[in-house]
């Protein structure tokens, strides 16, 4: 089982619905979690991250995390064209220094 | 404040050379990530540093790569021999602090003929 696992989509959502990402991860004990923005060509981006089970806002965005099932979701309300990019899940797994990242998932808004 | 910088940000070279890649972190940030990228792929971790303590280098795929950081800023990423499997973008990334936000800078593209 890989550490951290995204379905690679491609992901198609219409102009203005909820866009709605997931992410798995296998190790109990993580603490933090986030999730980035990579444009085609481009590095990624920090979107938000959580450390805490329930749900984050900011603007458009949400995060979920449920560390009893240990999944991370990322919802984007309203969705926009301009949100199409892979969305890349990361997880500090414990005791290891580093990130794990998973590998993405490709969105497509369609206008 | 100025952002993860890297350089050169496009290297060409033959088979078979030695390349170095550049990383200067944010300034104040102790921690320093060194990531692959090959096309239409996820990240794949290198190697880590965290202010003056030994590096993690689990990550690095063979003895032909390595790097260091001086003075727990700069880093230079050093590819000898180099094959075009080695062929990626090398993505740099700092954080304040290990477990905290990593920041990335705009990656190297590396194409080995």
């Known amino acids: 089982q890989k550490e951290v696992e995204q379905n690679s989509g491609p992901l198609s959502v219409p102009e203005g619905a909820i866009a709605s990402l997931n992410c798995t991860y296998s190790?109990?004990?993580?603490?933090?979690f986030f999730w980035y923005r990579q444009y085609s060509g481009k590095s990624p981006e920090l979107i938000m991250f959580?450390?805490?089970?329930g749900d984050k806002e900011d603007g458009r965005f949400t995060a979920q995390l449920n560390k009893a099932s240990q999944y991370v979701s990322l919802l984007i309300r309203d969705s926009q064209p301009s949100d199409s990019a892979t969305y890349l899940c990361?997880?500090?797994?414990?005791?290891?220094?580093?990130?794990?990242f998973g590998q993405g998932t490709r969105l497509t808004i369609n206008p | 404040g100025a952002g993860v910088s890297q350089s050169p940000s496009n290297k060409v070279t033959e088979k078979g050379k030695d390349v170095e890649l550049r990383c200067d972190p944010i300034?104040?940030?102790?921690?320093l990530y060194w990531y692959r990228q090959s096309l239409g792929q996820g990240l794949e971790f290198l190697i880590y540093?965290?202010?003056?303590?030994?590096?993690?280098k689990s990550g690095l795929p063979s003895d032909r790569f390595s790097a260091e950081r001086t003075g727990g800023s700069v880093s230079t990423l050093t590819i000898q021999r180099t094959q075009q499997e080695d062929s990626a973008v090398y993505l740099c990334?700092?954080?304040?602090?290990?477990?905290?936000?990593?920041?990335f800078g705009p990656g190297t593209r590396l194409l080995v003929l």
């Open positions: 959580i450390y805490s089970n």
């Open positions: 540093f965290q202010g003056n303590s030994a590096p993690d």
């Open positions: 300034s104040g940030h102790t921690a």
């Open positions: 990334a700092s954080s304040r602090q290990y477990q905290e936000t990593q920041y």
């Open positions: 990361a997880v500090n797994i414990q005791g290891a220094q580093k990130l794990v």
């Open positions: 190790d109990r004990g993580s603490q933090s």
